[in-house]
């Protein structure tokens, strides 16, 4: 059983005012472990940042407690929060006129005295988390001229240069392309493990959290299931937690897909990969069924002579779009 750094018991997080109380997630029994990357996932408007403000101590619980490294966290000092919480929230990073390596610095404030002065040590730190992140290069630029990508790996160079045991993220790889979101999962991965730190993020890309994360925390019916992406999946409370008319889970993709239901042909491909697995996509995207056997058409790929034929009067192809169009003309006759 992993160490663990924060827990909630019978936590309800939500908004009060004089006029109403709203809940918006109850009975919260959770654990964030030593060690573990844990991603937040849940549709929008299900309550991602309530719970993360709330376990971060910016927002009042209706109800329950959150425990962090054996203490109450309403009892735990703004002081000592900040040694073992460092919190990062994606929108609200206002550029200022600070360069990278002065915002990194930043991290170092629960430690240093109140002038802020910097130790060699502080220094050292400072230096490992612009490293670590790969924001070196960077560290004399000013935040409003990086790009968000990089502008999101200076904010976890601050945290991580804060040295906490836990490191809450709201989103941080919201408005990053595939290769950035990934890189980032990457990374904060990498760290759980290696800095030995529990490590929440919340996130809408879910193929990288069932990829990257140790346990999911999943936002369904108005409470939070915990635990492994797998055993999630394998519950059919994935599917559940984003339940939409005709939104099935590809299992073999790991993703949510909506099957286009549209008139074709009962296709069979075979052959090598990776053509095989793109031929296909381009066909179910088209409307034709794949059918393993008996089917009326057998594609074979072959991308390495790169000649890719299909059978019934020995048509061939050289690119997918060419066979997509000789299968169009070939259905459209049919229907004459
Ligand atoms: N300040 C507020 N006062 C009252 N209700 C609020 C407030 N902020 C958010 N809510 C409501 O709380 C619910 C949860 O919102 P929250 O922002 O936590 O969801 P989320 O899962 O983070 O959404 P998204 O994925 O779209 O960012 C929503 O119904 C929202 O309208």
Redesign the pocket.
Same mark, same amino acid.
């Not at 929008?44 to 940042?49: Q, R, V």
């Given at each position: 059983m992993k160490e663990q750094i924060l827990s909630t018991r019978q936590l309800c997080v939500?908004?009060a005012s004089k006029a109403k109380t *709203?809940k918006?997630l109850e009975n919260l029994n959770l654990t964030l472990g030593r060690g573990e990357l844990t991603c937040l996932l849940?549709?929008?408007?299900?309550?991602? *940042?309530?719970?993360i403000r709330t376990i971060a101590n910016i927002q009042k619980p209706l109800e329950g407690e959150t425990w962090l490294n054996g203490a109450r966290l309403l009892e735990v000092s703004a002081k000592q929060l900040a040694r073992q919480l460092a919190l990062v929230l994606t929108d609200r990073v206002s550029p200022g006129n600070l360069t990278s390596y002065a915002l990194v610095a930043l991290g170092r404030f629960p430690y240093t005295s109140w002038m802020g002065n910097l130790t060699e040590g502080d220094k050292k730190i400072i230096r490992w988390a612009l490293e670590v992140t790969g924001t070196l290069p960077f560290a004399d630029r000013h935040i409003g001229e990086l790009s968000d990508g990089e502008r999101q790996k200076v904010m976890i160079a601050r945290a991580l240069a804060q040295q906490t045991d836990l490191i809450i993220l709201d989103?941080p790889t919201a408005h990053l392309d595939s290769p950035n979101r990934i890189e980032i999962f990457h990374l904060l991965k990498s760290l759980a493990r290696e800095a030995n730190k529990a490590i929440l993020l919340?996130t809408?890309d879910i193929e990288s959290a069932i990829g990257y994360a140790d346990r999911l925390w999943l936002?369904h019916s108005h409470s939070v299931e915990e635990g492994t992406p797998e055993d999630l999946v394998l519950k059919g409370k994935l599917e559940k937690a984003f339940a939409r008319e005709g939104l099935v889970f590809n299992h073999e993709l790991a993703r949510f897909e909506k099957p286009l239901v549209l008139p074709g042909l009962e296709v069979e491909v075979e052959g090598a990969q990776p053509g095989v697995t793109w031929t296909k996509r381009a066909l179910q995207r088209a409307g034709h069924q794949i059918a393993e056997g008996e089917a009326q058409i057998v594609i074979r790929v072959n991308k390495h002579k790169e000649t890719w034929t299909w059978t019934l009067d020995a048509k061939s192809f050289k690119t997918v779009e060419e066979l997509l169009k000789q299968l169009d003309n070939l259905y459209g006759n049919e229907m004459d």
């Open positions: 939500g908004y *709203s918006v849940g549709p929008n408007g299900s309550g991602k *940042s309530t719970l989103e919340s809408h936002v």
